[in-house]
């Protein structure tokens, strides 16, 4: 996956200068970024705050932790049953 010049704070930050009054015109070419770019990150990131942003990476992280944790219980529980029923 293409990594973007830009982190996702400095995108939050962008959008920020929008909402604060700054014509968009200018953030494309201060930036250099398309309009088609800034659509959408403000489509993704919209109201988000950067601390905001950084708490919904946290959980994101923690989902997938959780996710992982999951499917190894779960293919430890379908081999025990296939055991089990192998033995019966």
Known sequence: ???S???????VSILRE???GVPVNEIWRKHG????TYYKWKSKYGDLKVSELKR???LEQENQRLKRMYADLSLG???LK?????KL
């Open 1 to 3: 996956m293409k990594r």
């Open 5 to 11: 010049r830009f982190t996702e704070s400095q995108v």
């Open 18 to 20: 929008a909402d604060a």
């Open 33 to 36: 970024i398309s309009s088609a």
């Open 56 to 58: 919904l990476k946290e």
């Open 77 to 79: 529980n379908n081999a």
């Open 82 to 86: 296939e055991l089990i029923s192998k």
